[in-house]
């Protein structure tokens, strides 16, 4: 073998069926394969990271006849390796926090291969080099993660998750109709071959058209507004992993990544266009945080505050578009660049660190409303220690790594010449530390409201060991804003975006 | 719930048998003409399906069966990814490369690893389409006690 | 061109019906009629002019044949839409036990 990038895809696909087959006669087989499996991913996923290492694959070995490229290919460069490592990273934090918190359900062997055929759609999607390989890895991830949103069958639990599957049956549809549309206009559906033919070509309302339906299609699935009605509903129902995973990293994966690699890599940046991708993610911020602040359900209010980070994201993402179709300032569209790219992978940590307190919390409590909790600081240290860590991250409190990422989608606006985007984010960021100010303070501060029968003490060890793990890294990943830092992780990721000519040189030169 | 009456019963018997082998013609032939894997194994779980709901299911004993057929499903797709992952050994060293020879144009034994391929998707779809319909049969009997 | 307009009025009847009916499996029926319609809408792309079915016979020698590559994406995006329609319907089963009713304003319990 002499490519380490269908690792990605063979290991947990081999793992979740084999859990299937040897669950039924080993006892706690799966409890010990998926953290390990998911452990050896991320290290690998690291040295990549570290070592720059960008390659290509030709699944099947077809070579390109006549200058055409014909297979289905796998590519991984710096953008890719930033996204594989927190899928890893936060699967096996959320995959080992589940040894204890999944023993009260029955069957255990359904959750594990689930969560593992998950992880591996994710892999391809963001490995995916071709467009209708991405469509099908795409599924693959969204059903199983149907399947895990229903996973305890009480009334609620099904009810979003039937919500959760029309919506995004119907986007599957349009992303759909979408590739039918490209394959109409260019004959090939290699990422790379269509960004060359689309750039020797006029741009038509056939491209506007296209882009428009992908927009719909991509940002149902990445939770932006106007498309965000099965947000809510899927990830306050979910076990608390679960949400962890599905908040943490589906959304990213399969939302916000697809949606920079195409417009950055396939089509011709367009201003009309780029305005509109910065107008929804504005709105997503705004109306996120507003719509947040009423919520009583801990799980709800985590749910809202993600539609509003993911806004930021794209906002930023925004920005970065608009100057390179102005063809402008360049130094100022790699700034916004690297701010989202930096949001993204924070937000992935220090949201999975609150939705898996907000699981520990119910473990013990059974209950989600902050109206009937009080006073955990004393009984549940430790939750209320890295909790504490999140809350300031998430409203941006240095020196947490919260505050960095917002700094530089702030400095990025202003020096684009854009105030108002600029206020407006300081002015969300302010909600956001009012809301999570009130979380703290009912939930932990208080005084005892639940019954005094109920014994609380802290929650058992692997929970306490992932939630440790990703207190510290909200801290250790501040260091990715000092410039060093920065050029080895981010700057191979934004010169991948900002320059398509390396990107299709890649697929089709070697 | 209780079977069809006798005359569905024995014709059921008859064609199930008949289904079952066009089934598996349409699965070998699959380099050939149109079809292969998925289709293939669609007929199959056809078949199985008629014997069923033509017999009712007090006549079968539904656990077990579902069981086996889950059993199946998992070992046989389990069997596609090590024969993909088996062309990362031997000859050209990719992953899902085409290794074994192949024949003449139109043989049944050509296009090399192919067949492999069709042969035990067909399996995997039908033990899978029959599961799902288990597993929502036995449910609702569940819901009628 | 009419075949296209075809497809589109398959597609405004699944539509139509995901909307206004109420009862659970009829809007899974009409979410998998509007997914037929572009599996059709695939297929109809790869037409060539007097072109045949995409099956080579050595026979006979410069044949034009329509572009196989659609019918692909279409065969395995109709085993997408079986694995998408089998889990709506295990959900819907379920939810009937729960809520005693296919109604879909019946059953409301999220709110906010």
């Known amino acids: 073998m002499n490519s380490l990038i269908p690792i990605f895809i063979i290991v947990p696909l081999a793992t979740a069926f084999l859990i299937m087959i040897l669950g039924k006669f080993i006892q706690g087989f799966q409890k010990t394969i998926t953290p390990l499996i998911l452990l050896f991913l991320t290290v690998l996923s690291f040295y990549c990271l570290l070592n720059n290492y960008s390659d290509s694959y030709a699944v099947g070995g077809w070579e390109p006849v006549k200058n055409i490229p014909i297979a289905i290919y796998l590519v991984m460069d710096g953008f890719s390796i930033l996204l594989l490592t927190i899928i890893s990273l936060i699967g096996f934090l959320a995959s080992f926090y589940s040894i204890s918190y999944i023993s009260k359900f029955t069957s255990e062997n359904n959750f594990y291969a689930l969560l593992c055929l998950m992880i591996a759609g994710m892999n391809g999607v963001v490995l995916s080099g071709d467009l209708f390989n991405l469509f099908v890895f795409l599924e693959i991830s969204v059903i199983s993660s149907y399947a895990l949103v229903a996973f305890g069958t009480e009334k609620e639990e099904l009810e979003a998750s039937f919500k959760y599957q029309v919506l995004g049956g119907i986007a599957s549809f349009i992303i759909l109709f979408a590739i039918g549309l490209i394959y109409w206009r ?279 060991f992932s939630m440790a793990i990703m207190g510290i890294l909200c801290l250790a990943f501040s260091l990715l804003a000092f410039p060093g830092v920065r050029e080895q992780i981010l700057g191979p990721a934004i010169d991948v975006l900002m320059k398509t000519g390396e990107y299709t040189q890649t697929i089709i030169g070697m | 719930m209780k079977g069809m009456s006798i005359i569905v019963k024995k014709v059921t018997q008859l064609i199930s048998g008949i289904i079952f082998m066009y089934g598996i013609y349409i699965i070998t032939h699959g380099h050939l003409t149109p079809g292969g894997g998925f289709a293939g194994g ?67 034994i050509s296009a090399g690893a192919i067949p492999l391929y069709n042969i035990f998707i067909g399996i995997e779809v039908a033990a899978a389409i029959i599961t799902i319909f288990l597993a929502l049969v036995i449910f609702k009997e569940e819901a009628k006690k | 061109m009419i075949v296209f307009i075809l497809c589109f009025i398959l597609f405004l009847v699944g539509l139509y019906g995901l909307i206004t009916r109420r009862n659970l499996i009829k809007i899974v029926i009409s979410l998998s009629i509007m997914e037929f319609s572009v599996f059709l809408f695939l297929v109809l792309i790869g037409y060539i002019d007097a072109g045949v079915a995409p099956i080579v016979d050595l026979s006979l020698s410069d044949q034009i044949y329509v572009d196989p590559l659609p019918q692909a994406m279409v065969l395995t995006a109709i085993v997408i839409g079986l694995a998408t329609t089998a889990m709506l319907l295990a959900i819907a089963i379920r939810l009937y036990r729960k809520y005693k009713t296919f109604d879909i304003r019946e059953i409301n319990q999220l709110r906010g």
């Open chain 1, 186 to 464: 260019t004959k090939t559906l290699n990422i790379a071959d269509v960004s060359t033919l689309l750039s020797s070509q006029q741009a038509n309302i056939f491209d506007i058209f296209v882009q428009i339906l992908l927009i719909s299609g991509f940002g149902l699935k990445a939770a932006m507004m106007p498309f965000h009605a099965w947000l809510p509903d899927a990830h306050s129902s979910a076990p608390s992993p679960i949400s962890a995973m599905l908040s943490g990293v589906l959304i990213k994966a399969v939302g916000i990544y697809v949606i920079i690699r195409l417009f950055f890599n396939m089509f011709i940046a367009s201003e009309e266009i780029a305005i509109l991708i910065t107008t929804l993610g504005t709105i997503s911020m705004v109306i996120g945080v507003l719509l947040a602040i009423g919520q009583w359900d801990i799980k709800r209010l985590l749910a809202y505050h993600s539609i509003s980070q993911m806004g930021y994201v794209v906002l930023s993402i925004g920005i970065g578009l608009i100057l390179m179709a102005r063809g402008t300032r360049p130094a100022v569209a790699v700034l916004a660049i690297a701010g989202g790219l930096f949001h993204m992978v924070n937000h992935a940590v220090f949201k999975g660190l609150l939705f898996l307190n907000a699981g520990a919390i119910e473990h013990r409590i059974h209950t989600r409303n902050l109206k009937e909790m009080g006073g955990l600081s004393k009984d549940m240290p430790a939750t209320s220690a890295t909790s504490f860590v999140a809350s300031m991250s998430i409203s941006g409190i240095p020196p947490f790594n919260g505050f960095f990422s917002k700094l530089i989608i702030i400095i990025a606006a202003i020096q684009a010449k854009f105030y108002l985007l600029a206020f407006l984010a300081v002015v969300v960021s302010i909600i956001t530390l009012a809301s999570f100010m009130k979380f703290q303070r009912y939930a932990f501060f208080n005084k005892k409201e639940y019954s005094k029968t109920l014994k609380i003490k802290e929650v058992p060890f692997p929970m306490i």
């Open chain 2, 42 to 108: 669609a007929i199959i779980a056809g078949a199985y399906i008629l014997l069923i709901l033509a017999f009712g299911s007090d006549a079968v004993n539904l656990r077990s069966k579902e069981k086996g057929s889950s059993l199946i499903e998992s070992l046989a797709i389990f069997i596609v990814l090590l024969l993909a992952v088996f062309a990362l050994f031997m000859g050209a060293k990719i992953f899902f490369a085409n290794y074994l020879p192949k024949g003449q144009l139109g043989e049944i």
